[in-house]
């Protein structure tokens, strides 16, 4: 295990090592598109949900987005979409504007060498790794807040709008209802 403070990479990266637990091409994919987003659009972390972030996978690049951006899986401004595509969309609803994206290098994120194909991705120019689209997206709704109502079965306190209503017409968890 090889300790931060010896890996020798900017601070906000350590930052992003700490909350991910390793460096890896990953989180620096993610690191990168953080830093040219909060450069693009002039940008502070997102307090609440200002920002939002779309990637298109959930690879380790997610974490430093939420580091670095503050688009949390908790604040519902992290709306991960599972397409196992190399895509990241961020918006920024004070300013109405966002960027998507694109990676156009691929490496094998082998154990052997991570540290070092991240360091040499860090040396390199971004737009030989991303491009960068502007897009006109309109903004998603802010995250809902439902208020919570005990599952007709398990009796375990639910999102009112993730409840399903069963045949019986009794309203049901998730894992109730399938179950
Ligand atoms: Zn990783
Ligand atoms: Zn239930």
Request: net charge negative; glycine share 6%; proline share 5%.
């Amino acid at each position: 295990m090889i300790e931060n403070s010896e890996l020798n990479v900017p601070q906000d990266l350590e930052k992003c090592i700490k909350f991910h637990g390793h460096l890896c091409p990953g989180l620096t994919y993610g690191y990168l598109v953080a830093k040219e987003a909060i450069r693009l659009l002039d940008i502070r972390r997102s307090e609440d949900e200002e920002i939002v972030a779309m990637p298109e996978n959930d690879s380790c690049a997610v974490d430093a987005l939420q580091v670095l951006l503050g688009t949390t899986a908790g604040k519902g401004n992290l709306l991960l979409k599972d397409y196992g595509k190399n895509v990241y969309t961020i918006l920024d609803r004070a300013s109405g504007r966002g960027f998507r994206f694109s990676r156009k290098i691929s490496c094998r994120n082998d154990q052997q060498d991570k540290v070092l194909k991240s360091k040499s991705l860090l040396s390199r120019p971004f737009e030989e790794i991303f491009s960068t689209e502007e897009i006109s997206a309109s903004m998603p709704p802010y995250a809902r807040i439902s208020p919570s109502e005990p599952c007709a079965k398990c009796g375990e306190l639910t999102m009112a709008d993730k409840l399903r209503q069963g045949q019986d017409g009794k309203s049901m968890c998730i894992p109730c209802s399938d179950s």
